[in-house]
Each structure stands twice: as structure tokens, then as C-alpha cells.
């Protein structure tokens, strides 16, 4: 089992950065793709990025491509999200998701969530 603790949301203005954590807990982060969601208000869960247990395989949301970079350091169980060049379409709540199975786009596989940490960017 993986428990996840998102943090390093906040209010940024438009055009700035963020570093958002995921901090893992459990036998199988390792071995556990991991990826990134995001909802915003009124609106789906929608993916943003995952990345395979080697680092070898990342995969990103057009939306996103470009400007997001998705990292992690399995010997200290925790997954990045740098996001760069932020706009305010990218206000959401943000969640760490962890899958042992391959890389998927599709929240529905994802077995465990983190709480979310909230992310607004103002124009």
C-alpha cells in the first residue's frame, strides 16, 4: 500500500513557477508509476502527467507539455511536478496518484490519491 501527501500549492501570479511534492510512503513507491492530476472547480479530473518507477517513461498533457516537468527521487520516495510559465487555466486542485501497473492517463486506474494541494494562478 502507498500513502501520498501532496504540498507546495499556492497563489502565483501569472507567468511565475511552482514546485509541487509528493511524498510517498509505503514498500512499493519504487515500483509504483506515478502520475499527476488536476481538477479544477466545476470541472473533471483530468491527467497531467505520469511517470514510470525507472524515470525511463514521462508522459505529459498536451495542456501541459513544455512547461511542466515531472521528476522523482525513489530513495527519498517522493515525485516533482515543476510547473513553469503558469497561467490561470492551470488553477486546480493538484493530486499525486500511484498505479502498479503501467502508465496510464486515465484516473480510473490509478489505485491510490493523495489529498491535493491547491494551486491558483492569477492573472
Known amino acids: 500500500q502507498v500513502q501520498l501527501v501532496e504540498s507546495g500549492g499556492g497563489l502565483v501570479q501569472a507567468g511565475g513557477s511552482l514546485r509541487l511534492s509528493c511524498a510517498a510512503s509505503?514498500?512499493?513507491?519504487?515500483?509504483?508509476?506515478m502520475g499527476w492530476f488536476r481538477q479544477a472547480p466545476g470541472k473533471e479530473r483530468e491527467f497531467v502527467g505520469s511517470?514510470?518507477?525507472?524515470?525511463?517513461?514521462?508522459s505529459y498533457a498536451d495542456s501541459v507539455k513544455g512547461r511542466f516537468t515531472i521528476s522523482r527521487d525513489n530513495a527519498k520516495a517522493t515525485l516533482y511536478l515543476q510547473m513553469n510559465s503558469l497561467q490561470p487555466e492551470d488553477t486546480a486542485v493538484y493530486y499525486c496518484?500511484?498505479?502498479?501497473?503501467?502508465?496510464?492517463?486515465?484516473?480510473?486506474?490509478?489505485?491510490?490519491w493523495g489529498q491535493g494541494t491547491r494551486v491558483t494562478v492569477s492573472s
Open positions: 509505503g514498500r512499493t513507491f519504487s515500483r509504483s508509476v
Open positions: 511517470i514510470t518507477w525507472s524515470g525511463g517513461s514521462i
Open positions: 496518484a500511484a498505479v502498479s501497473r503501467g502508465p496510464s492517463s486515465l484516473a480510473r486506474s490509478y489505485d491510490y
